[in-house]
């Protein structure tokens, strides 16, 4: 099995890293260390069709196909882990609506990704609820014209600084992990409250606890299918794992690299650590 890029990829892979390697690579400490959120960095990268890249073209979107946005994933993350998930991740409501939403929601909300407008989120896990996606409380109550939204949400990447976010809900209780939708939110609706989360790493990344309170939500802004939202997210789950995947190789590719730079400069007992036999079966475990 031949696994070599061909020649479109590879032209993509050398245009992202030389954007990672300037705009990303030499300001991973700054931005980590001010726990601001890149914006401008966001900007640039969307600007050259590299935020939400699989979006299709007559949404804004580049219309990449799998391969070409784990490259880019990689890329950014091998440039910095914080500022390249950062960024990356501001395309995580799309898939949602992308795949379920309507052409309304998909005209009006997936260009603001793909323009650097604003990110957007998944609202999913709660204070008691997290893989186990049948578990979650957050309540959904038809009213006329719509639903109200009442419940927790934690841990939500972009959920404070997002101008969208895709909120799953219970619609059905008594139907467990059948009576579950999803809700397209607009973050300055009344009732809608998020307060960023102090983290010990990735500080650049906004991560929020979000605070539904008697949320409107238009009977407009459901998203796919009333009580469909868990098979629904079943599919975001299937393709984002390969997303994940290519962030943390980026992640393992740059620490590789960092780590095989120090040990060429840091001497010990005469001689740079590299020269040490236990330091290179080291670093040779990593590559491999």
Known sequence: MNFELEE????????????????????????????????????KAAKLGYVAADVPEEYGGAGLDYLGCA???????????????????????????????TEEQKERYLPKVTKGESPSA???TEPDAGSDVGAIKTRAEKVDGGWKLNGTKTFITNGSISEWVVILAKTQPEAGYRGITAFLVETNWEGY????IKKMGLNCHDTAEIYLKDVFVPDSHIIGQENFGFYQLMRFFNESRVFVGAV???????????????AKQRTAF?????????????????WM
């Open 193 to 196: 409250e998020a307060k960023r």
């Open 71 to 101: 490259i880019i994933s990689e890329e950014f993350t091998r440039a910095d882990s914080s500022i390249g998930s950062a960024v990356l991740t501001a395309s995580l409501g799309c898939p949602m609506v992308k795949y379920f939403g």
């Open 122 to 124: 998944i609202a999913i």
């Open 8 to 43: 479109e990829h590879r032209i993509l892979r050398d245009s992202v890293r030389e954007f990672a390697e300037k705009e990303i690579m030499p300001y991973g400490k700054e931005f980590d260390e001010k726990g601001e959120y890149p914006w401008e960095i966001f900007r």
């Open 248 to 262: 943390q190789l980026g992640m393992a590719v740059g620490a590789y690299e960092r780590a095989l730079e120090y």
């Open 270 to 286: 005469g001689k740079p650590l590299i020269e040490h036999q236990a330091i290179q079966f080291k670093l040779a475990d990593m």
